[in-house]
């Protein structure tokens, strides 16, 4: 072997013996992959052949769980800023350089609440009703997960400084009728999300009334005047505190007042209210 030949073999060596040491070191410092996760992967990658993501409004089939197709996207109104600052309504103009924007209609009733938000409009034609028909009439859950994270969208600018979650609460036999709240349901979402705790107890109906549909704004507030207050052992909790009243739909705004009234009575610093959807023309509401 010529010297120049012995050479090109030792730098060779040394190449090789570089490479293995470094592929020697990489193993030994890259991050191990965790059993658990490695199965609870696997389990999902099973689940979604077994039963396939489909969109939760039509049913068709979908890139992943807990979403709509393109389609029912298209029927989704959501509510953007610019917003009234009271009654969360959707405004033609404005900006946050303004300060909060107030529209005429909170400017002509102020509400009992301090602040409301919703993340879409609630119509006839929407996949928003769809979805909150569903929930609360046909027992169906599935949505949960994705309207949760909608009110957690929608509730962005109401979450800092909040201490609790209140559900709209049901009177304890229209809950044992329909065995559950869907309103404790989608609180218990945003909480999950956000951290903040749910008070599901701090809230109570203590009269029956009959169904909001097809009542004016005038019947509504009748309706439920007096009809929730904060139970004895649970004033403590709320005096103080900043609470965030959550509903399905805002209609007329009456139940949510009635709700921010007996918070406040009850000595809270502050009640916003976060909804699914909102109604911009109560009149032709049919919730």
Known sequence: MTPRQCTSAKVASTMRDEYH???????QTAPRAVPGARLRDLGRRIADVVVPPCCVACHARVWGHDTLCAACWRRVTFIRAPVCDRLGLPLPFGSAADGPLISAAAAAA????????????????????DLIHGLKYADRHDARRLLGRWLTSAGADLFPGADLLVPVPMTRWRLLRRQFNQSALLAHEVGAATGIPVASQALAKNKT???????T???RAENVRGAFRVPPGHVQ?????NVIVVDDVITTGATVEACAMALKAAGAARVDILAIALVTRPLQATV
């Open 110 to 129: 102020p509400p009992r609440y301090d602040r409301a938000r919703a993340a879409v409009v609630f119509n006839e034609e929407s996949v928003g009703r």
């Open 21 to 27: 040491s470094s592929g020697r070191r990489e193993a």
């Open 237 to 241: 909790a709320i005096a103080g505190r």
């Open 217 to 219: 704004r005038l019947q």
């Open 209 to 215: 009334t009959p169904p909001q549909v097809g009542l």
